[in-house]
């Protein structure tokens, strides 16, 4: 039986089971890959129809475009403590709802319009400023922007999945989750996505190949920390561990191991000149929603709690490649990685645990 037919069979099962996670572990266990596919929640959501956006600087706008585009919404609410801001994207676009599907934008400056979203997503956080530019100054600063800004949210919209792209996103997640005690499976950081994105674009861009035909993910911190997993790169079926000498260690011949900077520093590169990052993070977070819109789902490498998984014995929040549907995260893969991989794992967990225990929440 080829890999695929045994998903079949056991999204098939699960469906059936509607997502039952008693009876996965007797059936589908049989199958050696149930165990890598750990259940997380059993949740379903009715069709996405509101969802908000908190925060309508570069990143707020740019999500907001790509919601409208792609049709995931048809009631989008922008939310700005600066409420003329808020107020100034949300008319821009409804000027032109003609050519978004007809859908209603609405401004927001304290919450009450986010009543009653299917999904809500953060994006409202600090720039670095003043005499402590440090890292962690920032990380505070935008917590205490989610202590005020989220309670309120939650209260407003109980059963909503929060996804959260304020940085560092990890720990914001971390945070959220501490502040309002919502589950796991819907609060979490579309994390690694993106970086698993620029990493098959990357060794797409190598290969002269289209970057969607190349499998492999990122894990771990969405950050400096984050580990490409080599060894699960595939290409039509072929591991590219199996025909690259040294992929990207060792002695790496063709300097495969330069994409791992570059997957880290690819945010910053663009940083460096527009002076801030949108429109990848955009599509990644489009993405996400549409995995959540659809009937299907999709594996995606995003962030949680994932104590318990892949050898992380904390309750630290990184990615992992994980099922998404339509209520969040429904399962998250155990991926087979070779002992430097999990090493590195190891080691990006612990940097995100001391920046958790860091936090005043
Ligand atoms: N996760 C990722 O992959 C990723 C990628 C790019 C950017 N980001 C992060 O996204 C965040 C936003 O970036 P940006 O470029 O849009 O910043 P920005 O400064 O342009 O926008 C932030 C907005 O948040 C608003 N805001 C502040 N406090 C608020 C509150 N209490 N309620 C509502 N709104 C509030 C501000 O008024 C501002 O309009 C940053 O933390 C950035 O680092 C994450």
């Known amino acids: 039986m080829t890999l695929r037919q045994l998903m079949r069979l056991n999204m098939a099962h699960f469906r059936a089971k509607a997502w039952n996670t008693k009876a996965m572990s007797t059936k589908s266990a049989k199958s050696c890959f149930a165990k890598s596919m ?13 969802i908000s956006v908190v925060g309508a600087g570069q990143v707020g706008t740019a999500i907001s475009a790509m919601l409208l585009l792609r049709n995931l919404t048809k009631n989008l609410v922008i939310l700005d403590i600066n409420y003329e801001l808020a107020q100034a994207e949300a008319l821009d676009f409804q000027h032109a709802s003609a050519f978004l599907n007809d859908a209603r934008v609405v401004p927001c400056g304290d919450s009450t319009n986010s009543k009653n979203s299917d999904v809500v997503i953060i994006t409202a956080g600090a720039r670095p400023s003043g005499k402590d530019r440090s890292r962690l100054a920032a990380m505070q600063k935008t917590v205490e922007i989610l202590k005020k800004a989220v309670p309120k949210l939650v209260d407003l919209s109980p059963d909503a999945t929060f ?137 995606a490498c995003v962030g949680t709690d994932m104590k318990g998984l892949s050898g992380i014995q904390d309750n630290v929040v990184l990615s992992l490649p994980c099922l998404v549907t339509s209520g969040g995260i429904s399962h998250v893969f155990e991926l087979p990685l070779t002992d430097v991989e999990q090493s590195k794992l190891m080691a990006s967990a612990n940097i995100l645990l001391e920046a958790q225990c860091s936090l005043s929440i």
């Open 38 to 50: 750990k259940p997380m929640k059993q949740f379903k959501r009715p069709r996405i129809s509101k």
């Open 163 to 299: 996804i959260i792209i304020s940085n560092p996103a990890d720990v914001m997640t971390y945070a959220v989750q501490r502040i309002t005690n919502l589950p796991k499976h819907r609060c979490f950081t579309t994390g690694c996505h993106l970086d698993t994105v620029r990493f098959r674009n990357l060794i797409a861009n190598r290969l002269r190949l289209p970057p969607s035909q190349v499998h492999g993910y990122v894990i771990g911190e969405h950050g400096a920390s984050a580990v490409p997993v080599w060894s699960s790169v595939s290409i039509a079926g072929i591991r590219l561990n199996d025909v690259v000498k040294n992929l990207a260690c060792g002695d790496d011949p063709e300097n495969w191991a330069k994409i791992n900077k570059q997957v880290t520093t690819g945010g910053l590169a663009v940083a460096k000149t527009k002076g801030y990052t949108n429109w990848a993070i955009a599509l990644t977070c489009a993405d996400i929603v549409q995995a959540m819109s659809g009937g299907k789902g999709k594996i």
